[in-house]
């Protein structure tokens, strides 16, 4: 079993949708919880990270942290065709812990 | 500011043929990292260091050797290549500082595609 799953989708949602992405993981140890973004033939880059449980807003993006359920999410609200991007979550168990662990990544797609 | 600058950006390799793929960074990063990138399967750690002289292995380090003389400098290299291992190779850095979690941000560079024959 994988430590973090990712549906790879692909997603196609239209413009102005709200867009819900979604990872699982199951190593307990996981404390810090990233989202990058990465644009077709391009390395990722970091969209936001939270510390343990919570949310954390960021313009039209929100990320949410579930420990209990071991579950994290990303909303994007008023999605834009600028968004079309893989998104991949990533975990980590500290803050200094030297392994990142990615999930397979979803590709989005936003219809003008 | 360069960031991370991955070296060669695309190569074809035949079966059996060896090379090095080069990642410099110039952040005084700490942590450096070397991942591939299949359809579906998403990033995947090959190897890592977390200092100039250290280097260990990740989830899927078979048929890799990587080398870190230089701080700055995390070269992976391919003995033998096999098709298996064609693949995007994404080599990244971060900080291994503690902030407070302000520090988990890694770097990624521009990617290498390499194709086995």
């Not at chain 1, 799953?5 to 990872?23: K, R, T, W």
């Not at chain 1, 812990?97 to 590709?107: D, L, P, V």
């Not at chain 2, 359809?39 to 260990?56: C, D, K, N, Q």
């Amino acid at each position: 079993q994988k430590e973090v799953e990712q549906d790879p989708g692909p997603l196609s949602v239209p413009e102005g949708a709200i867009v819900s992405l979604n990872c699982t993981y199951s190593n307990s140890a996981f404390q810090y919880f990233m989202w990058y973004r990465q644009y077709s033939r391009k390395g990722p880059e970091l969209l936001m990270y939270t510390y343990s449980s919570g949310n954390k807003e960021d313009g039209r993006f929100t990320a949410q942290v579930d420990k209990s359920s071991k579950y994290i999410s990303l909303f994007i609200r008023d999605s834009q065709p600028s968004d079309s991007a893989t998104y991949l979550c990533a975990m980590s168990a500290g803050s200094s812990a030297s392994k990142i662990i990615f999930g397979s990544g979803t590709r989005l797609s936003i219809r003008p | 500011n360069a960031g991370v600058t991955q070296t060669p950006k695309f190569r074809v390799l035949k079966t059996g043929q060896s090379m090095t793929l080069l990642c410099a960074q110039d952040m005084n990063h700490e942590y450096m990292y070397w991942y591939r990138q299949d359809p579906g399967m998403g990033l995947r750690l090959i190897h890592y260091s977390v200092g100039e002289g250290t280097t260990a292995k990740g989830e899927v380090p078979d048929g890799y050797n990587v080398s870190r003389l230089k701080k700055q400098n995390f070269l992976l290299g391919l003995e033998s290549a096999a098709p298996s291992q064609t693949s995007v190779y994404f080599c990244a850095s971060r900080t291994g500082t503690d902030y407070g979690g302000m520090n988990t941000e890694a770097f990624f560079g521009q990617g290498t595609r390499l194709t086995v024959v």
